[in-house]
């Protein structure tokens, strides 16, 4: 028999780039009692999670939620606002990058896949001159839409959406702007109006701190207009009811109700500690093991610090060791998760994610079981990470903590 | 501020024909840390309750799961079987029928509506020899689909599935055979192998005891086989690729892991009572129920006891009578929440759940409030439903209750 | 092996008059992580409780929060204010006052049993002028403490305590005056301070809504004084050190910190929905019980109603029934628990309790899990309990319930 | 308003030598719904969890578990056997030990304190060569018992009870042999039978990582009989009716229920782990930590390897520095607790925890959190003690990990 609720003793530490640990205040709040999402207390709740997810994407147009995970909200974004046969622009930054892209053939778009030569492209963010250089070279108007990754999962890159939105302005170009940022929510700054994006794509197991199961398009006007248009097939996805219904913090079919408790108690939890605090937060942790990484000797997936991600590093392996095999080891002998390598890059690295509810101690924690699992695995590290990484916390010092009395 | 977890004293009784409510059992376990979705204990869970919900379905054949809610699972049965234009037939047996074929319309597809006129049909169950006329009449099997809904959750009618089967072989018609039983499965026998289905559609939020969140595709092989040639666009809801992964117990993208604990749950506790015991448990209250209305001197929206639903009961106001308003006046004075009449017959009816984790006396709390509710806003009544509804069980045992030590 | 998480289809009615079913609000907040007792935010948890306790004692005096069970806190009375060999009167109320009463003698003091005669003292309150004779006679002052029970849990009798502090004044005894309200706290206006009482017993599981595990004793700054020259050995139950550390929110020995969390949340619960309100609630669902058996032609315990409980009704058999029989077809029939006749009672009666977290409905599924297996028992009903219960709920409403949008 | 579930980013660690983290799945079972504690289920539970902790006591003689916390165990050990103005030879190993004694002074009894000269004591295990000296001298035998901790929690310090078992035995003596293993049961191998400890003392907020609440005695026939003819008073604590009781899974008054839930999950884990595993667990993380003290060139509170505590680890701070001004900076800038130096050491020494639901990577983060913030506070450290753990651990494996699938 299946016994989920085992116990090795003591905590299993997560520290994948998501599914990120959901905290105990959240699955507190997911196990309210399911309530009638037709009576008075949904609608209730309905409207303030609606109002508070617009103050996360930094917008005061719609944000749809779907009762779906987070490739669903990428669907949406595509079948709400394309025909069949639009030519969309698409960016290659990474591993999620290419599965969107093969969404877009799926759903019977013609992406076209921009990027730096060979494993280039995953190392670097997108190069808004590229983007730039092919919409004006596209008279016609032919692109419909650009789409971009703002935090590559797969790598630890965070690209600059507004250099997106500036090289799409310079161009004169009309496509819509869409960003996947579904691991960059509430890890990174986002500003879905100041940026001029179209639609953002989201979910709830990264920044948000909610396990899989809801995620979101932010739109603007001009993707609603769009969406009036626009030839795709949907129903499930489609925008026009549920931005109606949301009016009155309703849906058009049953929501998934317990997380939407989820996302209340998350939102409260992010917006009382401010913003602008929980991305400090993640910019710390991030540099401390980037510091660490840098110690052993080992190199970092991304190559160029303006865009290092703050919510996971990618640690590249020294040529002949096999990175999941390492991560296999640390799993079992540490009870430690970290994330595997994907598509081009897998075997060759692995990923420490630090988002969400992680704070100095659960990454010093996560560093020790990856340094005492490399040399149990053989690799060689000029120095302690560890070391590097107390220094650098040691040193900087955390925005002030919450405290339990006000 | 939003106070979810705010106390108007005792519990709620949520009497809706779901989201049912859910088991504390289930609730703690859906509150699980989340793991890893790629690492070896999710494939263990993956595989565990990929096997255990086949069981629920009646079949040897592939359960697809979604981590998005049962309208998702509407589409992706139709999506993944068929290309633009087809036709389909469907039948109204209610608004949840109506839903269906209107999102059959939005995917571009062409659906003929069967059923008696006017809200006839909605009082009875699906009119086996009407499907069985018309596919009779398609010599040229322009018709690709036969979709029929189990349980109508906005009536209370249970429609025959068996004799649609028959009905569709006697014609000898090769049209795909898709059936919604979202708020039928685990409170009526379903039979997905056994009756020739070729899409089940179901949910989580009903006889599963589960928050809404997920929802399933039970796959024929010839369902499988017209997948591979149909040309709906579809990718978030494209069966090949989880069903190929389903095999070692991962999913292409982000699973719902913590609702996939708690079904791991349902599914021990409702294969541990067995299925025919649940059953029997939901047509016992059901019956109760019907005794209770009918002492009242009220009508019972469906008029065929053959076709009565052991999962809802609808109950019809006399005339001049809002029905809303009695949900409301029961609500605000008995904390108790029934459901409102959908659709042709808003107004005139409202629904009493008795599903999922339910029992004697939680029905019984249920109809004395409805009483007493009825009573106050002046509905005259031929005698005390409640007083009928205790005949009936005292004269009635249940199964044997599962005991707390073995 | 044992299952503890066993699980009969729906929820278990726990109608026993304590421990109470406690609300999901107080099971979620013990889960918060147990904290360093010697930290900050102890100190600022054990200041709020011990603020909050006070407001429903209705004392501005210490009130001493023990980790240990309502008989500890009995203990804790006599032990800190009394020497071997004192004088007690102690009242005869029923069985709790009967366990008092035999704790007194086992710690060595010489309790003294006043009452009505038989069982007549168990269906009737506190007779203060039997006290005040009693101690009038005492001119030498020889009786050092007069111990009542408030709401006697056997039998659903709630004595007037002003009262006995009138007659206790009347005499113009010095003797000090300790009353328990293990389960007449939060259920029952209570004032310790208006009402001279010199050491309030309490305990967490009744009113206060909590599991079993914390216990109360209030306590007057005359029995501070008694207690500095008392002589009965005590260590655990010593009220100096704890009344000490207490101003800092502290404890001197570990505290029942997750119980204590418990506490905050039912604080918050009884003081947000104001006790008044509290005390009406109860008052109006013991009036519908009394209703309910009076219609089923079945004697009351109480037999005076001044005195009728709103805690709990006892339910007398007729001549020949086992009440405990009684108990046991409908705990397994109805999976409902009811209280147990108890002491000089036992077999004859049956108690079901209305207190905590309970609500009309909750009452009514009581109600019917009672009428119908007193009927499958074989008892004689002159009309529904169940019927008359409605009525009296339906013509009284409750006090305005908290909504969950402020 | 205190808000108890406030959000500091990411978990505490909580690592004092007690309270120990609660694991979830204990704080799970202490959700499961308050039962009747008269009913059939609750015989059930109780004979269950009074069998499983004989297993962990390594008894066949009665357990008493008691609604109180331990302070109230160490009462009930000395009111059931003693009489007043008994002799009782007491061992200061440290805080605990003293406050042990000081409460048989205040319950009458005549403790004669043997010990070390200053706080030598303090550094090493009980000197059974003292106790058999001292036992020799009492020709008259009026020392009715002898009475040493087995984990003194405020050192850090295991000391060797067969060897003081043997001591008594050498002498002679008919002395009753009380041990205190509040810290120790369910850490370190304990043998109540094997050793001959007449009441053994315990609790549950150590090894068996449960809340403080409910604490033991686990009681040898001699001890049974000495409880005869003890004089001094008690009610509460008495055992009598509780053995009695207990044959049936009972107790005399209210249970903590819920505690008892906790409890039977924490037999489950701690049984299903194995003792000895759950031993070699402890010893490993006690190695590992005090690898990084020795390294760090801090001295450790214990002396005598032959008796350092698997359970915690006392460091000496430097002379002039303030450790609780060390523990404050730590918990303010790492969100880490450690244990306060108390008595004889307060403000020399803190202690850390490193028992129960620990685990190598929880030791890490706890080694971290001291490293960083011993440097912040300006003390000289020789080298990286977090480095000397790693090396521990990645030297010495840890017995196998339980699986979630068998």
Redesign the interface.
Known sequence: ??????????????Q?P????????I?????????????P?FG??GL?VLDGIKKIFKTTQPVVI???????A??AAL?NTLS?GDAVLMYETGHFATLWKK?AE???LKPEFLGLPGVEGWRRGVQADMIEARLRADTGHAIKAVCVVHNETSTGVTSDIAAVRRAIDAAGHPALFMVDTISGLACADYRHDEWGVDVTVS?S?KGLML???ISFNAISQKALEASRGAL?????W?WAEIVEMNKDGYWP???????L?GL??ALE?IL??GLDN?FA?HRRLAAACRAAVTAWGLEIQCVDPAVYSPVLTGVIMPDGVDADAVRKLI???????LG?GLGKVRGRMFRIGHL???????L???L??C??GL??AGVTLRE?G??AA?DY??QH??AP??????
């Open positions: 028999m299946l016994k989920l609720d085992f116990h090795p003793a003591g905590r299993h530490f997560l994948i998501g599914p990120s640990p959901v905290p105990d205040r699955l507190r709040a997911m196990s309210y009692p399911t309530i009638d999402h037709r009576g207390e209730a709740l303030s779907y009762p779906a995970s987070g490739t669903g990428w669907e079948t069949p969404m799926s759903l019977g979910g197991q396990p899989p199961g795709l097939p949907r129903a499930f489609s079919y049953t929501p998934n109700t317990n997380l408790y209340s108690e939890m009382g500690e929980v937060r799993y079992e002998r540490f009870d430690l998760s595997t969400g509810d992680c704070n100095d101690l659960a010093m924690a996560a020790a079981g340094e005492m040399r149990l302690s560890v070391g107390m916390l040691a010092e955390s903590r919450l405290k339990a009395v006000a």
